[in-house]
């Protein structure tokens, strides 16, 4: 395998609503500064420039937050994809893997969310290469699973199969994907081993991966296929309007009998929630965490909270979080930060285009 034919895709499709309201369209969640001075951004290029190289680096992303995006990555048009719609990660991987097959014939390809937390980037980028050796020599699809920490309902998991073979050390066959669980199987799970947490990091080469499209979901691989003989922005809306809307995971992944997957135990969060980035920061059942700006806290244990241009004060609450964005105030539980989804699509119902 040659360097010169490893590629990086950043995947900054979504939608980011659990992180309302500091995440809006015009100012996506991988743009926020959770963690020190970088964005989620930042970090994901940073890892997928030291993967591939920096001419080798892309970027797939949805038409409202494209602008800023763009602006944000540094990175030439050519290699910013831009989705004419959101239609789930299947279709966001066959547009990308189609534009880097057509550059580079040979080309193996990460796939990276722009929005997870990895801190350890050296143990990411060895993962990451023992994973596109697999998938150059035996065409594996390969997906990273971390090990799990905590009975996690918000993680798809994979179930670990028989090991790939001497050639392959470390990785398996995926014997099953078990999708978000209910917190009794969670705990299932965890309590039997053999499974990890599927970090939505996949590495493969990219005709592999739009052979298996075109094999599990066809559907799909039609749409596609009109852009891919003319490429043009009519050709890809039509595509993209008569594209199955599915995760790669359910599309292929479910389906395809290619994919292993790398157990990995680095530090790793999705960043998926207001809790999830509270925990991230350290917030537990003693302490607090201000992400930015001003704010007094008295007898107010395992709160996260972020202020923007004026002082906030807690007194006598916990579990909460507390994010403001100047134009509008987010009062929530932790514990039922998923459901901030719920806010957005009230607003939405409500026609608040000037809050989304």
Request: hydrophobic share 50%; aromatic share 6%; charged share 25%.
């Given at each position: ?159 670990v199969g028989r090991a790939a ?21 969670a705990r299932r799970l965890l ?166």
């Open positions: 395998m040659a360097d010169a034919h490893l590629h990086a895709v950043v995947m900054a499709g979504g939608a980011g609503e659990r992180f309302w309201p500091r995440s809006r369209r015009a100012r996506p969640k991988p743009l926020l500064r959770v963690a020190g001075g970088a964005t989620l951004l930042d970090a994901a290029l940073a890892h997928a420039r030291r993967f591939a190289g920096a001419d080798r680096v892309w970027l797939v992303c949805t038409q409202p937050c494209a602008a800023a995006l763009r602006k944000a990555s540094g990175l030439p048009r050519a290699r910013v994809l831009v989705e004419p719609e959101g239609r789930n990660t299947a279709m966001a991987v066959a547009f990308a893997a189609a534009h880097v097959a057509a550059r580079d014939p040979d080309a193996v390809t990460a796939f990276l969310p722009a929005d997870h937390a990895i801190p350890d980037g050296a143990a990411l980028q060895r993962a990451l290469r023992k994973a596109a050796r697999a998938a150059a020599r035996a065409g594996a699809l390969v997906t990273l699973g971390v090990a799990p920490t905590r009975p996690e309902t918000g993680y798809g998991y994979i179930q073979g001497p050639a392959y050390p470390g990785l398996h066959r995926v014997r099953r994907f078990v999708e978000k669980p209910a917190l009794a199987v309590r039997s081993g053999g499974h990890l947490w599927n970090a939505g990091i996949f590495v493969w080469r990219a005709d592999a991966i739009l052979e298996e499209i075109e094999r599990c979901e066809p559907a799909l691989a039609r749409a596609l296929a009109a852009y891919r003989d003319r490429p043009t922005r009519a050709s890809l809306a039509r595509a993209y309007r008569g594209a199955p809307s599915l995760p790669i995971d359910v599309a292929v992944l479910e389906r395809s009998r290619r994919v292993w997957t790398l157990p990995v135990d680095f530090p790793w969060s999705d960043v998926g929630s207001w809790a999830s980035l509270a925990a991230e920061l350290g917030v537990d059942a003693r302490h607090s965490r201000v992400v930015d700006g001003a704010a007094l806290l008295l007898d107010a244990p395992g709160n996260l909270v972020w202020p923007d241009r004026r002082f906030v004060a807690l007194l006598g609450v916990e579990g909460l979080a507390v994010i403001d964005a100047g134009d509008a105030l987010l009062v929530a539980r932790l514990d039922r930060s998923a459901d901030v989804r719920r806010v957005v699509a009230a607003l939405r119902e409500r026609k608040r285009a000037d809050l989304l």
